[in-house]
């Protein structure tokens, strides 16, 4: 029989949009109106990791992050993969953004 296997997705979050206090220490820490972002990966709609934080040029409407114009993505989203393939989790799929990830990773069963 086949172990059953967790999946996880990366997903990106507004720092801010955490909570109250999140959100009035992003406002007031920022410049230029700049927000705080960040990668998790999700589990069941449980976040069980978090990157660092990088700056994001704040917009009018939901634009995806580029490096050039947020600096520190691709190193957060780095940091997330290693932390996510030591814990023994593995790429399945990506999508069109680069932090559209799919991972799993087989859970063991009762003993």
Do not use: C, H, N
Not at 23 to 38: D, K, M, N, V
Not at 52 to 62: E, L, M, R
Not at 87 to 94: A, P, Q
């Amino acid at each position: 029989m086949t172990p059953p296997a967790e999946t996880l997705t990366v997903a990106l979050e507004d720092v801010g949009d955490t909570s109250w206090w999140a959100r009035i220490l992003t406002i007031l820490g920022s410049q230029y109106g700049s927000i705080q972002q960040r990668f998790v990966g999700q589990v069941d709609g449980k976040i069980r990791y978090r990157s660092s934080t990088f700056p994001v040029a704040g917009s009018v409407g939901p634009i995806s992050p580029q490096e050039q114009w947020a600096p520190g993505m691709t190193a957060a989203l780095e940091e997330l993969q290693r932390d996510l393939g030591r814990d023994g989790w593995r790429e399945t799929s990506r999508g069109r953004d680069p932090w559209s990830l799919t991972y799993e990773r087989v859970t063991s069963g009762p003993s």
